[in-house]
C-alpha cells in the first residue's frame, strides 16, 4: 500500500462521518505553524517575511493542541518556521499523537538527526550497541555522540519516536546545488540525506516535500525522486508554487506582456506536471490520483481551502495557506464568517483573481478525496491507487549525481556563488534578499524563480567549462 492501511482507513472514517452527518465544511489536514521562527533564510520565504513582525512569538503548547481538538482534523502537518526549534516539539508530538492524530514534521532537516540521537539518548541499553555501530560505520553520528548517547536521557521529556502514525516530511527543492543554493547555506542538503539515512535506519517513516516553481527543471525532480526513492524513504508530497501579485498583473494588462513572463500559470503548471501519473506509478507520490489529473490538467476541481486550514501566531489563516485576507479566533468562527464562494476557480473563472492561477495542493488536494466535481469511478481509482503495492525503492537512483554542489566543491559561498554572479550579465545576488515564498510559505515566487533561472545559466556554463 502507498499509505498505510490504518491510517487510510482513519481518514476514511473521519470522511464517510461526516458525508453521513452532512456537514458542509470540515478539515481534513491541519496546517499547524507553532511558531515563524527559523533557523535559515532561503531566498523567497513567505513565512520569515509575512510575519517578520511576529517571528518572536509562539503559540503555547496547550493552545496547538486546544486547535487540533477544536478543528478534529485527523492529520496534523507540523510547521512553521522550523519545528524543531519550537521548545516543546517532543511534548506538541507526543500530545497529537495521543490524541490519534496522523503526525507529519515539516522540517528543513537541519536539527533532525539532533532529535533522532535524543531519541536514542532515551532508549539506550547495551542492545543498542550494533545499531550505534552501524550508524559509526556510516558515519552518521561521531564517537562523542556515541558518548552522549549511552549516558542516556535524564529530564523528564518525551522524545520523538518512530511510529507508523508519525511521518518526517523532508522540505527538498531539488539536489545538492540548487538546493543549497535556494536555502542559502552550504551542507544543508547533504544534512537532509544523512539525517534521511538515518531516520530510516531507525525505523521512521520518512517523506520528501517539494514545489514546484517556474523555473524549476522538472529533469532533476524525476533524479531528486530516483534518488530518495533509492534511499527508501516512504513518500513524496509535491506541489506547484504560485504567487499573485496585483502589480505585475497590471504590466500584464497595461503593457501587453504574456502572463507566462511573470506567473507559474495554470497552462505551466500541467506542462510541469505532465509525468505526475507516470511519477506516481514508479514513485510513492502522495496525494489521490484525482488531484494528480488535475494538476495534469486532465479535469477541474473547486478549491476546498477549509479543509486544510492553517493556525499560527495570530489565528485561523483565511482564507488559506497562501493568503490572508484574516485571522479568526476560532475555526468555526473562520468557516462562518469567510465567504467561500469567493474564492476558488469554477469553470474555467476565476471568483478571486488571486485564484486564476493556483493548484496549490493545499487548496485542491483534498478537493480530489472528498469528492468535489466526482466524476464516476474517481472512488475506485483513489482506492485503486492506495490500495496498489507500494513502488519498489530505484535502485539505480544511487548512480543520480546528487551530490553536484557543496560535496563536490561548488557550494553557493564559493564556485556557484561567483558563477551565477559573473555569468549573467547584471546579475545580482539573491543571496542578500529575504523574499517572499518557500516551501514552507506563500506569497512571491518570483525571487526563486530568478534564483533557478541564475542556476540553470550557472550550470550551462559550468558544464561549458567543464
Ligand atoms: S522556507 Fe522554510 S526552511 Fe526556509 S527560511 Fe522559510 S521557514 Fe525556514
Ligand atoms: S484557489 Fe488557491 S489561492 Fe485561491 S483560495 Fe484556493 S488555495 Fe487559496
Not at 290 to 300: A, D, I, T
Not at 406 to 414: E, I
Amino acid at each position: 500500500m502507498r499509505f498505510p492501511l490504518a491510517l487510510t482507513v482513519k481518514i476514511a472514517r473521519h470522511i464517510i462521518k461526516h458525508k453521513i452527518l452532512r456537514t458542509p465544511r470540515f478539515a481534513l489536514v491541519l496546517q499547524l505553524e507553532p511558531l515563524h521562527t527559523c533557523n535559515l533564510t532561503c531566498t523567497g520565504c513567505g513565512r520569515i517575511r509575512e510575519y517578520s513582525t511576529s517571528l518572536k512569538d509562539m503559540m503555547t503548547l496547550e493552545d496547538c493542541l486546544a486547535s487540533a481538538q477544536e478543528c478534529e482534523a485527523p492529520m496534523v502537518s507540523i510547521c512553521g518556521g522550523e519545528p524543531l526549534i519550537y521548545p516543546k516539539i517532543e511534548e506538541l508530538v507526543a500530545g497529537l499523537l495521543e490524541q490519534g492524530r496522523i503526525v507529519y514534521i515539516c522540517t528543513n532537516g537541519m536539527f533532525m538527526r539532533k532529535k533522532l540521537k535524543d531519541y536514542l539518548a532515551g532508549i539506550y541499553s547495551p542492545t543498542l550497541e550494533p545499531t550505534l555501530a552501524r550508524l559509526l560505520d556510516e558515519k552518521l553520528i561521531s564517537d562523542k555522540d556515541t558518548e552522549t548517547i549511552r549516558k542516556g536521557k535524564h529530564d523528564g521529556r518525551p522524545t520523538i519516536k518512530p511510529t507508523k502514525w508519525l511521518y518526517w516530511n523532508v522540505h527538498i527543492d531539488g539536489l545538492e546545488y540548487t538546493h543549497d543554493l535556494i536555502v542559502e547555506r552550504e551542507g544543508v542538503f547533504k544534512e537532509c540525506v544523512e539525517a534521511v539515512r538515518m531516520a530510516k535506519i531507525l525505523g521512521y517513516q520518512v517523506a520528501t516535500n517539494t514545489t514546484v516553481y517556474k523555473e524549476t527543471d522538472v529533469k532533476e525532480i524525476e533524479q531528486m525522486f530516483e534518488f530518495f526513492s533509492s534511499l527508501e524513504v516512504d513518500g513524496h508530497t509535491i506541489s506547484p508554487g504560485y504567487d499573485y501579485d496585483a502589480a505585475k498583473k497590471d504590466m500584464v494588462k497595461r503593457l501587453g506582456r504574456q502572463p507566462e513572463d511573470f506567473f507559474l500559470t495554470r497552462a505551466m503548471t500541467i506542462e510541469k506536471f505532465a509525468k505526475i501519473q507516470e511519477w506516481g506509478e514508479r514513485f510513492t507520490i502522495f496525494g489521490t490520483p484525482v488531484y494528480q489529473e488535475f494538476l495534469s490538467g486532465k479535469r477541474e476541481l473547486t478549491c476546498t481551502a477549509w479543509a486544510i486550514p492553517t493556525r499560527n501566531v495570530k489565528g485561523w489563516k483565511a482564507p488559506c495557506y497562501l493568503m490572508t485576507d484574516g485571522h479568526y479566533e476560532r475555526y468555526q468562527e473562520m468557516l462562518d464568517r469567510v465567504d467561500w464562494n469567493k474564492y476558488g476557480v469554477v469553470n474555467g473563472v476565476a471568483r478571486d483573481p488571486r485564484c486564476e492561477n493556483c493548484m496549490v495542493h493545499c487548496g485542491y488536494d483534498p478537493s480530489g478525496a472528498l469528492g468535489t466535481n466526482y466524476q464516476r469511478g474517481d472512488n475506485w481509482k483513489n482506492i485503486r491507487y492506495n490500495f496498489a503495492a507500494r513502488p519498489q525503492p530505484y535502485a539505480a537512483g544511487r548512480q543520480v549525481h546528487a551530490f553536484n554542489g557543496f560535496s563536490a566543491g561548488k557550494g553557493h559561498l564559493a564556485e556557484a556563488k561567483a558563477a551565477i554572479n559573473t555569468g549573467l550579465a547584471g546579475a545580482k545576488s539573491a543571496f542578500q534578499n529575504n523574499g517572499n515564498n518557500g516551501a514552507c510559505g506563500s506569497g512571491d515566487t518570483s525571487e526563486r524563480d530568478e534564483l533557478l533561472a541564475k542556476i540553470r545559466e550557472a550550470k550551462r556554463v559550468d558544464l561549458k567549462v567543464e
